[in-house]
């Protein structure tokens, strides 16, 4: 079956034609091509692991299982939406959008020697689609037909609506081996590593305590330019803990080398003892390019006594953020005000003629609110004293039928509003405390309910839970993935994204608008439209976020001149230095 595209095949993609590299280009700008290959690097993660499977809703799957299995295309780390051949040699996409077709390079093995084929990728799309964890439904749910007409040759066709951004989801879908499955039941955890085609595979696995990659000296794709430079490390070791304090003083001690630290008090008061004063660990604040997403608590919807906006502003009025940043952060964070936060997708000016004209379009289906300024959530002098804002929850609560009756708050049949703050992490407790006193005060009946992870998990996949915190960071290009985040669709899908439990069809259409935007003008008005109609309807309140990352290492590396806009890069574009790194074991300075 031959090809039905008369446009000419391309060496990557860009949905909004923005391809930085040309056809034959060497290396990305941000590796260093002549970085030596050897020794290890040993990281951390927090919690624990049942699964070596991270395509399903079920089990609690381990780090870094990226490393194994390569994709059809790679996206590029300095663009916002810019993706070049990997398993594929080449992308073809129709001049209408509607059928995209690969083409396979034939030397492309899984890590078993066999040939890495376009039944393969069918098999992928059609497991993921009908196994896998939601969020892959959602993104490929466009597709209408994928077919191998040859062994190299993979036709994607989509559905009638046209859309630019539709052929990403399928070039970053991870490829499995149909044969490796035979058998095997997919939508299961367990400890068995997929056969894949990526640069590493798993060595050694001790369960929920660590994993161990080592790279693969007979990986096909080592040479390709999308990877020359990168996937130094012979082996990446990542062990788990249960708690935060206890990982830093394991990184202290050397049990493992890098760290991004998350925990504002830490960064501020925790890096100090021998190793830094020697120069033995160094530490540095990075440039972060990559938009925040969002980072909230979410208020269930699916349970009635959140479904009245004034009831969800009400409860977001008890959160102080700016004592919270003065007292617990060190005034480390910004306060979250957008779900593309950190982007140029978040609406943080006055909605333009051509956002105007979309959100026109929905009036009076959406809040007044969008039409007016930017969503910016209440401040406060952060001294503690938030009475006035108090007083305003008091009054929406009362419209909402909620009033205060010996002390608690009640309904009409006077029944109390019991709010439970869901949660694993012991550090969360010092942060959520104060926003409870804050709705005690107002006559919640409100608590902290900590669990362990495996708990935790099962309850917010099956939606068991008034408020939990989360954090979703984004692609650049965020476009069927926002699907999964906030569309009626996945509002009850078991292991869904969407924790509120948003059904609102008016969001639904502008997740449309972003996916179909012919041109990046269309759907950067689009996402506006979109981001204030979420930020307006107080699905969630919103946290916070800073402008840099935080990062800290035992000084054994050595690290390309030119970082990645869009990622740190320490898995993939770091090396081990051997002068240093002897330096480092001899407890000296490099």
Known sequence: MASPLAAAPQHGFSPFGDLKYPAGFSHFDYVNPDAPKGGVLRLSSLGTFDSLNPFIVRGL???????????????????PDSFYGLLAD?????????????????????????????????????????????????????IAAIEAPDALTVVVRFKAATSQTLPIGIATMPVLS??????????????????????????????????????????WGADLPVNRGRFNFDRIRVDY???RDVDFEAFKAGAYDFRE?????????????????????????????????????????RREKFADVRVRRAIGLAFDFEWSNKALFFGAYARMASIFENSPLAAHDWPSPAELAILEMYRGQIPDTVFGGPYMPARTDGSGNIRDRLLLARDLLAEAGWTVRDRKLVNARGEPFEIE???????FARIMQPFIQNLERLGFTARYREIDITSYQTRVQDFDFDVISARFALSPTPTTELRGLWASA????????????????????????????????DYVNAAHALDRVVMWNEYLIPQWFKGGRTIAWWDRFGRPAKAPLHDIGHVDTWWLDPGRAAAIDAGRAP
């Open 178 to 219: 149909a044969a490796w499955w035979q058998g095997r039941t997919f939508d299961q955890p367990g400890l068995d590593a997929p056969l894949g085609s990526g640069p590493y595979r798993v060595a050694a696995v001790e369960a929920g305590r660590a994993i161990t990659y080592e790279r693969r000296a007979d990986y």
């Open 421 to 427: 703050f869901l949660n694993f992490e012991p550090a």
């Open 61 to 79: 799957p381990v780090t870094l299982t990226g490393l194994t299995q390569d994709t059809l295309l790679a996206q590029s780390a300095d663009e």
């Open 490 to 521: 996945a509002a009850d899908a078991v292991g869904s994204l969407n924790l509120a439990g948003i059904r609102n069809p008016v969001v639904d259409d502008l997740i449309e608008r972003m996916v179909s935007a012919d041109n990046r003008r």
């Open 261 to 301: 630290e998350f925990t504002a008090r830490i960064w501020a008061t925790g890096y100090a003892g021998p190793a830094f004063d020697k120069g033995l660990i160094r530490r540095d604040t990075v440039a972060d390019e990559r938009p925040s997403g969002i980072q909230a608590y979410f208020m269930n919807l």
């Open 90 to 142: 080449s992308i073809d996409v129709a001049p209408d959008f509607m059928t995209v077709t690969f083409r396979l390079r034939p030397e492309a093995r899984f890590a078993d020697g066999s040939p890495v084929t376009a039944a393969d990728v069918v098999f992928t799309a059609r497991t993921l689609e009908r196994d896998g964890d939601p969020v892959w439904a959602q993104r490929l749910a466009d």
């Open 241 to 243: 803990y249960r708690d």
